[in-house]
């Protein structure tokens, strides 16, 4: 941008400022927790916002506060979002772009072979079931939107203790030397549990559960609020994994209008996603319903959302997961869960 | 039974329903890989990371090469991809784009619309405009505004022998379906 240009924004930017009560917002500051990340807390090497064409200083403030950390929070952001924050749309979508030109290094569209090159050397969780980790081509992902969808009783948590576990695990055993963040939103976590998986896997009990950051969420706010919170905890704690457990509950229950949900839902999704961008492992857990069969919970609103859907179910002694949506559509793991936790039939 | 390709010529506005798991997406490669010669240039609107699960599969799908994935972030940029400067466009899928763009949710219903208006008129001008879309009870999401903008609707359903695919618009027909 031409320093000219630069210099205008800037002006605009304190005009604008200036209509703001300052009593009242230095009030609202000082009330918060401080969000923003402080400068040594931005990565090494990563382009700060400040950076880009049409960011001042004061737009930075604007968009940190907002929950935009990062240039690539911005590249995928949605221009209506971000125009909530900025005041217009056009600008909004400038900004975007600048964004998605510094992330992308201009490579708008690529093919899909060309995909294929670059993730020969993606890092996975192992599930530490060999049936399960087959299924993945090797586990979850770095960096997937991984759904477990299945009746009570099916093993959906179960999973989920035991990825909290091996994300922690060094690589060279199938984990990513890393911690979990797990959102508790029906109070089915039990440390207890963790424990034992801890042991059979030969770790340090206490070292695990340390490394698990819990978060009981009681309502769709608390959820959101969580997840604001770990965007910032993902820097500061080197969480590679979060768990969200289970993701439709809240939701259906508080807000009975569909049009209030669709967008509580938006939201929730639009947050998993960032994640997912920034290379943060995500999975959730999502309740069935009955209508015509089973149909999994807000079918409509997570319907190609996730990365792989697996769909859980129990026969007998014997627990399954099928892959519902995904390249390898109808194969199914087996495996049984006992004391050392999820284990191969 | 039919082959759809032989029901798609000149341009068309096709819809692809199904739940979860049906193979619709497998089945629109399977069309795009009949549908898409040298030459054509086919882009695809990538908001259920179909991308990342097509660069999974571990067969070789030589036909990918020529298609673009993109996921526009603006509705404007995803508009501009159908003002006929492709040979096909697909929209994967239509739920994603609800739940995407839009303030209120009258207005995701509208951008959707819009949307599919432009894909209506995209066929109209001889391009290929497909839509994978979410269907669960015999219904397709948003039949009673979106089913209208179609000029073929083919819905996937399973049974105990399998996954069918079935043309419901604009007649009732069993396709051939092959899977991959």
């Not at chain 1, 922690?168 to 959102?183: D, S, T, V």
Request: hydrophobic content about 40%.
């Amino acid at each position: 941008m031409p320093k000219k240009e630069k210099v205008k924004v800037e002006e605009e930017e304190k005009t604008f400022e200036e209509e703001i009560d300052a009593d009242k917002l230095a009030e609202e500051i000082l009330e918060e927790e401080p969000l923003e990340p402080s400068e040594e807390e931005v990565p090494e090497g990563e382009i700060r916002l400040e950076d880009l064409d049409g960011v001042g200083r004061i737009t930075a403030q604007k968009l940190r506060a907002a929950g935009f950390y990062s240039v690539r929070d911005l590249a995928f952001a949605s221009a209506h979002e971000l125009a909530v924050v900025l005041g217009s749309e056009e600008r909004a979508i400038a900004i975007i772009r600048a964004a998605q030109k510094l992330v992308n290094r201009g490579e708008e569209f690529i093919t899909a072979r060309a995909l294929f090159e670059k993730r020969k050397n993606l890092e996975y969780i192992s599930t530490g079931v060999r049936s399960l980790d087959d299924l993945l081509e090797g586990g979850v992902e770095v960096g997937s939107i991984t759904e477990l969808i299945g009746e009570f009783g099916a093993g959906k948590t179960q999973i989920c203790h035991q990825l909290a576990v091996m994300v922690q695990l060094p690589k060279e055993r199938g984990g990513l030397n890393a911690r979990a963040l797990y959102i508790d939103t029906e109070g089915t976590f039990r440390p207890e549990r963790i424990i034992q998986i801890a042991r059979a896997k030969q770790l340090d009990p206490e070292k695990t559960l340390e490394n698990i950051i819990y978060a009981r969420a009681y309502s769709v706010e608390d959820v959101f609020r969580v997840l604001e919170r770990a965007k910032l905890e993902a820097v500061k704690r080197d969480i590679g994994l979060i768990i969200l457990d289970e993701a439709t509950r809240l939701f259906r229950t508080e807000f009975l209008r569909t049009g209030e949900r669709i967008l509580a839902y938006s939201r929730l999704l639009s947050f998993l996603e960032e994640f997912s961008r920034s290379s943060i492992s995500v999975v959730y857990t999502r309740q069935v319903v009955y209508s015509d069969g089973i149909i999994p919970a807000s079918a409509v609103v997570f319907d190609g959302f996730a990365h792989l859907s697996l769909f859980l179910s129990k026969k007998g002694d014997v627990w399954q997961s099928r892959a519902l949506s995904s390249p390898w559509s109808r194969r199914t793991a087996y495996y049984r869960i006992s004391e050392e936790g999820v284990v191969d039939v | 039974m039919s082959d759809l390709v032989d029901l798609l010529r000149g341009g068309f506005a096709l819809e692809v329903s199904g739940r979860t798991g049906t193979g619709r997406r497998v089945y629109v490669f399977s069309l795009l890989s009949k549908l898409v010669k040298e030459g054509s240039n086919t882009v695809y609107m990538d908001y259920a990371s179909t991308f990342w699960r097509a660069s999974k599969l571990s067969r070789k799908e030589s036909f990918l090469d020529k298609v673009v994935f993109t996921m526009p972030t603006a509705v404007d940029d995803a508009f501009q991809l159908l003002a006929g400067k492709h040979d096909f466009v697909v929209l994967d899928s239509i739920p994603r784009f609800f739940m995407r763009f839009g303030k209120t949710y009258r207005e995701k219903w509208g951008i959707v619309a819009s949307l599919l208006a432009l894909g209506l008129r995209f066929a109209r001008e001889g391009g290929g405009f497909i839509a994978i879309n979410y269907a669960s009870r015999g219904r397709s999401f948003g039949e009673n505004i979106f089913a209208s903008y179609f000029t073929h609707r083919v819905t996937l359903e399973e049974d105990s022998e399998g996954v069918r695919a079935k043309l419901i618009y604009p007649f009732e027909e069993e396709l051939t379906y092959v899977r991959f």
